[in-house]
């Protein structure tokens, strides 16, 4: 049994959140304090947390940062900040959604288990090596530099290469193209951020089964890129 980690300090919310979460066969924690939240959720053993944006102690963009930095785990924010900027921001931590307050609860248990089944859809088929990395249909040998798509190897050039494997070591966080052009080419490279965009179109090219509809290399619009595990 899948087990979520609410994070709100409003009681009636967070209780119907896990009678609704509990009905569809979760199991759930509750957290009411923003300190106590992030302390459950880096300790781990979450399949996925439910945070609000502002709790007493520590506030939600905090927690999903932290987290971040230690865990691939889906987080979703549930909030009443409804401006564009707390959106940018929450996804530009790691979060991997962000439902404004009120919604239906109906919708908030059919988005835990689509991001559940998102997050587990990696390849199967035995322990990869140290040294590759394996994600639905992607197998990255990083000491040859070689990718295979459904086991098919495909030629990527040196930036493709980079660009490819910076997002697939950090997935599901949300990039700047700014933030990407400065980790792959350096701030003294020439050139500018529009090179990323068209980096980008390429991998979809090399790796996606449809590139006008992704499933791996994901764009947050207004924001900048996400590749999705």
């Known amino acids: ?21 509990e009905a569809g066969g979760f199991r759930t924690d509750v957290a009411s304090s923003g300190d106590v939240g992030l302390e459950l959720a880096l300790k781990g053993g979450y399949d996925l947390i439910i945070l609000d944006l502002m709790l007493p102690k520590t506030d939600g963009y905090e927690i999903c940062r932290q987290v971040r930095e230690a865990s691939n785990v ?70 040859s530099r070689r990718v295979y798509v459904n086991e098919a190897e495909v030629t990527f050039t040196s930036k493709e290469y980079d660009l490819l494997l910076f997002l697939v070591m950090h997935p599901n966080r949300v990039f700047t193209k700014d933030e990407l052009f400065q980790k792959i080419w350096g701030f003294d490279s020439l050139g500018d951020i529009a090179t990323v965009t068209v980096h980008i179109s390429k991998l979809r090219e090399k790796i996606e089964s449809d590139p006008s509809r992704p499933q791996y290399i994901e764009t947050i619009w207004g924001v900048g890129y996400r590749f999705n595990l």
């Open 1 to 21: 049994m899948k087990k979520v980690l609410i994070i709100e300090d409003d009681p009636v919310i967070a209780e119907v959140q896990r009678d609704y979460l």
């Open 74 to 143: 889906p987080i979703l924010i549930v909030s009443a900040k409804k401006e564009e900027v707390d959106k940018i921001r929450g996804f530009g931590l790691g979060a991997d959604d962000y439902i404004i307050k009120p919604f239906g609860l109906g919708e908030l248990v059919a988005r835990v288990k689509a991001h559940l089944a998102r997050y587990e859809r990696l390849v199967g088929g035995g322990e990869p090596k140290p040294d590759e990395i394996r994600l639905r249909g992607i197998r990255i040998d990083k000491l």
